[in-house]
């Protein structure tokens, strides 16, 4: 999968602000979107997100700057069922340190077997600019690997005392140790000084595996599932994708997984950087209690052709596995 965050994963990040903040936010996210490549695409952008997500940011009224970043990462929160539950499970840290004009408090850390996500505030503490540009993040895992961004997006708001942010990152390779996540803010003539280090732990992450190695053929193509990662902020698919169309490209899929009686979209997907015939799709909730029969219904392939038409391939494609 494509380590950078697909342009609509960006750009969801950067149209999530607080309408106090007009579009300072907006243009500090807008920033840094055209300096990555961009492989992927969303079967289904979800509008919910982007209005929901503005209207629960409209919360204000600070006590304090500190108080005030707080209640803001508890609104950001709610941006997405599944950060929404990496912020109620995640571990408190609550480690705060300042640099220049600026305090950097990280309040909380999650990982699972889809994703890490942290929560963090960003203060004006002297008598710097106020915060119009993004943050730098690098985060290692307790092995030393430079987790990439994560697939699902990261979001965040401001308010006129600082930036409120949950940053995601991909699954860690190891949870033996401590995380290191160096944060800095980018200069306006030069690279940004990481500035601000912190080191950490996060319980071993939660969630399954599962290798399904299956394949389904239709009169409009095959679809192989490959692998399925069930945790409690998402559900992802490592999926194979033979159209019948070869003229098409830039595939997506639409469906849902079944578990029981509950049912969940699939909300996003990405591109290997290798083939668009390799996908990764997933969703923003995911499931607390993996174990048991599973079925991922594949309804409809979509891919664009050379002369900007639209294809759609009719499924369904459907494959039934179990977690432990």
């Known amino acids: 999968m494509n380590d950078n965050r697909s342009l609509e994963h960006r750009l969801t990040s950067a149209y999530a602000v607080a309408p106090t903040d007009g579009f300072a936010s907006t243009d500090r996210r807008l920033a840094a979107l055209t300096a990555q490549a961009d492989v992927s695409r969303w079967p289904r952008l979800g509008r919910p997100l982007r209005v929901g997500f503005a209207l629960a940011a409209t919360f204000m009224v600070l006590a304090g700057a500190a108080a005030g970043a707080m209640h803001l990462l508890d609104r950001v929160a709610t941006g997405t069922p599944g950060l929404g539950v990496a912020w109620d499970q995640g571990v408190e840290i609550d480690e705060r340190q300042v640099h220049g004009d600026y305090a950097v408090t990280l309040a909380r850390g999650y990982a699972d077997l889809n994703q890490v996500v942290l929560g963090l505030s960003v203060e004006r503490v002297g008598q710097g600019r106020v915060l119009d540009v993004g943050l730098v993040p690098e985060l290692r895992d307790p092995a030393g690997v430079n987790l990439a961004p994560g697939s699902a997006p990261s979001l965040g708001a401001n308010d006129a005392h600082g930036v409120a942010e949950l940053l995601t990152f991909a699954p860690t390779t190891s949870s033996d140790g401590d995380y290191t ?4 803010i980018p200069a306006h003539d030069g690279q940004p000084d990481l500035a601000w280090t912190f080191r950490f732990r ?3 992450p939660a969630g399954a595996v599962v290798r399904v190695a299956k394949t389904q053929a239709t009169d409009e193509g095959s679809v ?9 902020t998402m559900i992802t698919a ?5 159209p019948s169309d070869r003229e098409a490209s830039g595939w997506s899929v ?3 997984f079944k578990h029981g009686d509950k049912t969940v979209n699939i909300d996003w997907g990405t591109i290997s950087s290798q083939s668009d015939l390799d996908l990764t799709a997933g969703t923003y909730a995911g499931t607390d209690d993996p174990a048991g029969a599973w ?3 594949v ?3 979509a891919g664009d052709r050379p002369n900007g038409t639209q294809v759609r391939l009719k499924g369904p494609w459907e ?3 179990s977690a432990p």
């Open 181 to 184: 996540l160096r944060l800095g």
């Open 319 to 321: 494959f039934s596995f």
């Open 224 to 232: 192989a599932l490959n692998e399925v990662r069930l945790s409690p």
């Open 202 to 204: 996060l319980p071993a």
């Open 295 to 297: 079925t991922l219904v």
């Open 299 to 301: 309804t409809e392939l």
């Open 238 to 242: 490592s999926i194979h994708v033979e």
């Open 254 to 256: 639409f469906g849902y």
